[in-house]
């Protein structure tokens, strides 16, 4: 397949998992800074938007500030809207490739974005329903797609995007002065019950951000995301089955997986923001790699036309 | 009738034009039959609601055309254009004439120029043709085809008789619309489906590729065929998509293209992949820019090179633009007759060629009277319509005609037929035209049935074109008398329902139960 058009699958992806994770996250804190005092609200929002990824310049953060930057501005791409247009942008490029269904979903999700109110009521609904939009994407993709080199691409992003949407849900543990409540981080990931199933009896901190971490079977946690993503890359490239490492890319997601999955500790909740840190920069130096590997064009010839 | 139309017979009696739907004494043509009873059940509500719906699916599935830089929906209108079968065969043998004629013209001029020395056309007339490029003269394309697509755009005059106004043999676009209104309507009309046949527009992705594998160059025995598109600005983006998607192909852009030792690449995720057939959806200057403008980005240095090296094939072929030319239009008809041998099915609107002094004197006195076109023009750009244009415009054009009076053709002013159009609250007449669409893979020359109607929203409006506010229609080439039992009673030869024999495809094993119980007894 096309390179370009292989690009914009990764990013449709990438840009999917990303609005539903934004929206996850933003839906708990909501509920929690909503019930701050004022002067702690503008702390907390402006590091949450710090773990978000973008750097606020106002110094008193008033929520709506904080909606506007993480739900509804269209020109950033770590806003919900933002991540839509995007991810519709790219479905646009890729029309031909993607099901149709793939398409008019994110097509009317886009048209969508415009009819929510913007206040805090109205973002709760919006961050529901954004929930629901990309779940949907997600099935149409899985159901409606050949699972074939141009699925992979899309799973390839979706997969390291949610292992950073993960540990940056994680990272939130630490914003909030008190720390979020481990049921509330839980449920950013939808993670609830099926926690409270596995672990029965024990819980608290360490359990919750050890589950969200290492679960082998929970798809959101993530050893789990890290795992399908060297799958994409491995069905991708199947040449190399034996020896080595295939590419980059596959060795930054195993390392990160494999450190993840055997590493031995007394005291996770100490180590969880050196764990977030390194789970973050390897998927961010996977999909430079992905890209060099697969998209780059970088030896493209540029024509210059006539020198006059 | 509904109410709907109660004012349709006056608005109708204030223009001259044809009406396609009703005939002089207003009762409905026998084609429109199915769609006459299917409207007259609906109320305004009916109409208003399944309308909203329709213009909702096509923005949902992004059934758009851009238009300074905004993605729009092409509306469709709830009534479709009906045209009997009887008429459309004839209609499509002409435009599969026009076709053939137009394919041998460029074959020529490209080559011998055979139709010059026989004095038909005079030689000054295609050389000096804006899109006449002497890039790629001397050589026949490999697949030996020219004119893969096209659209010819027909109008019905006042009497009801078709006429070609223009040849689109370039880049013709249009056809997504034709296919996604179908489908439309199927939804927002199901009435008027049932009881007559409407010939398939479906087929047309699969003709195209067919005609595309067709035409690939020799020795390639499973060609690699793509779209290439100038990328997700281009008004026309949509249908490209649509169409290489039908078609299962890839849609490439310039930069996914390189050219190296006369052969065309695509930049894949596996490497580098031979391409065979390239469907161009640019413009010729911007193909290639060691031929044409050298700023394009659009394109892919060396392509015309690889063409004439009979390595790919492109299509439409480059330098097809001289058959568009309008001037070139007034010589169809002898065109016909010279290569083909035969009289043409369809005539031409009667035009002046300006550069014809005693014509030009002529138009010249009758500006405000006549419709004055540019000969390279298309999509309805430049196109003065004289009894619309103000004295300055009128005086702004005579200046131009009198400085390139080769660039201008005048044309009377052809009240374009009408059908009844949802506007206001009520159906009104509107003025449509039609583009039949051809693809040609070098034996034959399929028609469309159908095509795109474009219908004018605007009352008394005889401009057409999409970027001017025009809309469109469903095609419906109808077969045969409506079938409508009078006594409720079931028609005599009403094909039977069958229901499939079953087969199976696995051997069945009738008696597994008996063995089972065997082997228990045992």
Redesign the interface.
Same mark, same amino acid.
């Given at each position: 397949?096309?390179?370009?058009?292989?690009e914009s699958l990764f990013w449709i992806g990438r840009y999917v998992e990303r609005a539903d994770g934004t929206a996850r996250i933003l839906d708990v804190h909501l509920e929690r800074l909503n019930q701050m005092p004022l002067p702690q609200q503008w702390e907390t929002s402006r590091q949450l938007l710090g773990v978000m990824g973008s750097r606020p310049e106002k110094q008193d953060l008033e929520l709506s500030d904080l909606l506007q930057a993480l739900a509804y501005d269209r020109t950033s791409a770590t806003s919900i809207a933002g991540a839509l247009g995007a991810a519709r942008?790219n479905a646009?490029?890729a029309? *031909?490739?993607v099901s149709?269904s793939v398409?008019?979903s994110l097509?009317?999700a886009w048209?969508g974005l415009t009819q929510h109110r913007k206040d805090v009521v109205g973002t709760y609904r919006f961050c529901h329903w954004v929930v629901e939009r990309t779940a949907m994407v997600r099935g149409l993709s899985d159901t409606t797609m050949s699972h074939d *080199?141009s699925w992979q691409?899309l799973v390839l992003g979706r997969s390291l995007e949610r292992a950073d949407m993960t540990a940056r849900m994680l990272s939130t543990h630490d914003v909030h002065a008190a720390g979020l409540s481990w049921v509330n981080m839980l449920r950013c990931a939808g993670a609830y019950e099926s926690f409270l199933r596995t672990r029965r009896a024990a819980f608290g901190d360490q359990q919750a951000a050890e589950f969200l971490l290492l679960d082998r079977l929970f798809p959101r946690s993530i050893v789990y995301a890290l795992s399908d993503a060297e799958k994409c890359l491995t069905q991708?490239n199947p040449a190399y089955q034996r020896v080595g490492f295939i590419n980059d890319a596959s060795r930054i997601v195993g390392q990160a997986r494999t450190f993840l999955e055997f590493h031995q500790t007394r005291d996770l909740m100490a180590e969880l923001p050196e764990h977030m840190d390194r789970v973050q920069k390897a998927c961010a130096k996977a999909s430079d790699a992905v890209s060099r590997t697969?998209?780059s064009?970088a030896d493209?010839?540029?024509?210059v036309? *006539?020198v006059s | 009738m509904s109410e709907l139309f109660a004012d349709y017979a006056a608005a109708a009696r204030k223009t001259p034009a044809f009406d396609e739907m009703f005939n002089v004494g207003q009762s409905p043509r026998t084609e429109y039959g199915q769609v006459a009873a299917a409207l007259d059940a609906l109320n305004l509500a009916d109409v208003t609601a399944r309308a909203d719906s329709m213009a909702r699916t096509f923005? !949902?599935?992004?059934v758009t055309f851009d238009f300074a830089g905004e993605e729009r929906p092409f509306p469709l209108d709830i009534v479709p254009r009906v045209i009997a079968g009887d008429d459309w065969d004839v209609l499509e043998r002409g435009v599969a004439q026009r076709v053939r004629a137009l394919e041998a013209f460029l074959g020529d001029v490209y080559d011998k120029m055979a139709v010059v020395a026989d004095g038909v056309i005079p030689r000054r007339l295609i050389t000096s043709s804006a899109h006449f490029h002497r890039e790629v003269a001397g050589f026949s394309p490999a697949g030996g085809v020219r004119v893969h697509i096209s659209g010819i755009d027909v109008v019905r005059d006042q009497q009801g008789t078709f006429r070609v106004l223009e040849d689109n043999v370039r880049v013709p676009s249009g056809v997504s619309y034709v296919l996604e209104n179908r489908r439309a309507m199927a939804k927002g009309l199901p009435e008027a489906f049932g009881q007559q046949h409407i010939r398939p527009v479906e087929e047309y992705p699969r003709r195209l590729l067919a005609a595309l594998r067709k035409t690939a160059p020799p020795g390639v025995d499973d060609p690699t065929v793509v779209v290439l598109t100038p990328g997700?600005f281009n008004s026309a983006?949509f249908e490209h998509?649509?169409l @290489?998607?039908l078609m299962g192909v890839?849609?490439?852009?310039g930069? !996914?293209l390189?050219c190296r030792g006369n052969r065309v690449y695509?930049?894949?995720? @596996?490497g580098e992949q031979r391409v065979d057939v390239i469907y161009k959806r640019i413009d010729d200057e911007f193909l290639d820019?060691l031929q044409f403008r @050298? !700023?394009s980005?659009l394109g892919c240095?060396g392509i015309v090179n690889a063409a004439r090296a009979g390595m790919v094939t492109i299509a439409n072929a480059v330098g097809n633009g001289v058959a568009d030319d309008k001037l070139v239009y007034t010589y169809v008809p002898d065109l016909i007759r010279y290569y083909l041998g035969e009289d043409p099915i369809i005539a031409n609107v009667d035009t002046y060629r300006l550069e014809d002094a005693p014509a030009r004197e002529e138009v010249l006195d009758r500006l405000d009277e006549l419709v004055v076109k540019p000969v390279d023009g298309s999509g309805g750009k430049g196109l003065v319509i004289g009894p619309d244009a103000t004295r300055a415009e009128l005086d702004a054009l005579r200046a131009k005609v009198l400085e390139d009076p080769r660039g201008w053709i005048a044309q009377p002013v052809l009240q374009l037929s009408t059908v009844p159009t949802m506007s206001g609250g009520q159906f009104s007449p509107r003025h449509v035209d039609l583009r039949p669409f051809a693809v040609n893979d070098g034996e034959d020359v399929w028609v469309l049935p159908g095509g795109l109607t474009r219908v004018a929203m605007k009352e008394g409006s005889l401009i057409v074109n999409s970027s001017q506010g025009g809309g469109s229609k469903d095609t419906w080439v109808v077969d045969g008398e409506v079938r409508r039992p009078a006594d409720g009673s079931v028609p005599a030869e009403r094909p039977s329902v069958s229901v499939r024999e079953r087969t199976s495809v696995w051997p069945i094993e009738t008696n597994w139960q008996d063995k089972q119980s065997e082997q228990q007894q045992q």
């Open positions: 397949m096309l390179s370009r058009i292989a942008e646009r490029r029309r *031909e490739t149709s398409w008019e097509n009317t048209y *080199e691409f991708l697969y998209f064009q493209e010839l540029s024509w036309g *006539e | 923005l !949902d599935r992004g997700v983006y998509t649509l @290489a998607g890839e849609l490439v852009e930069r !996914d390189i695509m930049r894949t995720t @596996a820019p @050298a !700023d980005v240095p």
